[in-house]
């Protein structure tokens, strides 16, 4: 997600540096080290605003969830939003790196769970390797992904869905559960906590595709 730089993200993120996350090869992250327990770990590629990970997060006390995200700005503006929403949600917290480096700062086997919401789609073919659902990311992705862990992929952009698609397959990812509308499945509705993105196209009457996949 692209944002104009806001003057104030920076100082606010040393102001609230608790909630930010600062691992390494050596000391990678963990529910023990970072959150003081032993409760499954769920990870958000590109947190946007942070609607979705601070909804989620809230209504899964049980679990402790890190929201990703590669430019600082947003990650104070998603930071701002959830501490205005619960400044005592200790389940959450947040992750200003890139997804190229993940296995640099999770364990393997680690992550019961990723997000990926309305990723860049980086649309020109010779950007595809760019694309958050690309062979090499799901190799990545299997790594840090404990066994029977999942991804959850939600877009508005119909060729990238295809594209994911094509990735499942050649990777030998399986398919759990799939829609090419998700407002029109009763089923994936029901628990579907949307993002910012999400609530925007759909009232504007783009369908939103969805796909859970899980390692074969």
């Not at 959850?152 to 829609?179: C, G, H």
Request: net charge positive; with cysteine; hydrophobic share 35%.
């Amino acid at each position: 997600m692209r944002l104009r730089n806001k003057s104030w993200t920076s100082a606010f993120l040393k102001e609230h540096n608790e909630w930010l996350l600062q691992p390494n090869k050596l000391s990678p992250i963990s529910s023990e080290k970072n959150f003081n327990n032993f409760k499954p770990l769920s990870l958000e590629i590109g947190c946007g605003k942070g609607q979705f990970i601070t909804q989620l997060a809230k209504l899964n006390p049980h679990e402790n969830f890190v929201a990703m995200e590669k430019e600082a700005t947003v990650v104070g503006v998603a930071l701002k939003k959830t501490i205005n929403l619960d400044p005592d949600l200790d389940n959450l917290k947040f992750l200003n790196h890139y997804a190229e480096n993940l296995e640099d700062y999770f364990l393997t086997n680690s992550v019961k769970k990723i997000y990926l919401n309305f990723s860049d789609p980086w649309p020109k073919s010779r950007h595809a390797k760019k694309r958050l659902t690309f062979t090499t990311f799901l190799n990545t992705y299997e790594k840090i992904l404990i066994p029977q862990g999942e991804i959850q992929i939600k877009t508005d952009n119909d060729k990238l869905y295809e594209f994911s698609l094509e990735m499942v397959a050649l990777n030998n990812w399986k398919i759990l559960k799939q829609s090419t509308d998700l407002y029109n499945d009763q089923n994936l509705l029901k628990d579907n906590i949307p993002t910012e993105y999400e609530t925007k196209f759909h009232q504007l009457g783009k369908n939103i595709n969805y796909l859970l996949i899980t390692k074969n």
